[in-house]
Nanobody, 119 residues
Framework: QVQFVESGGGLVQSGGSLRLSCAAS????????MAWYRQAPGKQLELVAKITNGGRINYADFVAGRFNISRDNAKKMVSLQMNSLNPEDTAIYSC?????????????WGQGTQVTVSS
């Protein structure tokens, strides 16, 4: 059973910072492309940041230099450092992983962690 467990969410004031972590209990973690998504109430799920198994990183435009995604393959973890948070960043943040192995693509989600930014 693949498991991604997020942590680090919470309540923070506007301008503050949070660090989200996603711990994976899977084999071949280093081969996974990993990402963070978020979903705010009444809004669609959107990509926040992704990091490939080769370390290539992409951010959504709204990140605007405020967030940093990283991974530690030895610890099977991916993290999202979020700075200069604003109320528009309030959402449930979820960890996502995808692997393509021998022509078969598998993808998995964590349960999500709530981030609330007060004004």
């Amino acid at each position: 059973q693949v498991q991604f467990v997020e942590s680090g969410g919470g309540l923070v004031q506007s301008g503050g910072s949070l660090r989200l972590s996603c711990a994976a209990s899977i084999s071949l973690f280093s081969l996974y492309d990993m990402a963070w998504y978020r979903q705010a109430p009444g809004k669609q799920l959107e990509l926040v940041a992704k990091i490939t198994n080769g370390g290539r990183i992409n951010y959504a435009d709204f990140v605007a230099g405020r967030f940093n995604i990283s991974r530690d393959n030895a610890k099977k973890m991916v993290s999202l450092q979020m700075n200069s948070l604003n109320p528009e960043d309030t959402a449930i943040y979820s960890c996502y992983g995808k692997i393509n192995l021998m022509g078969t693509t598998r993808e998995y989600w964590g349960q999500g962690t709530q981030v609330t930014v007060s004004s």
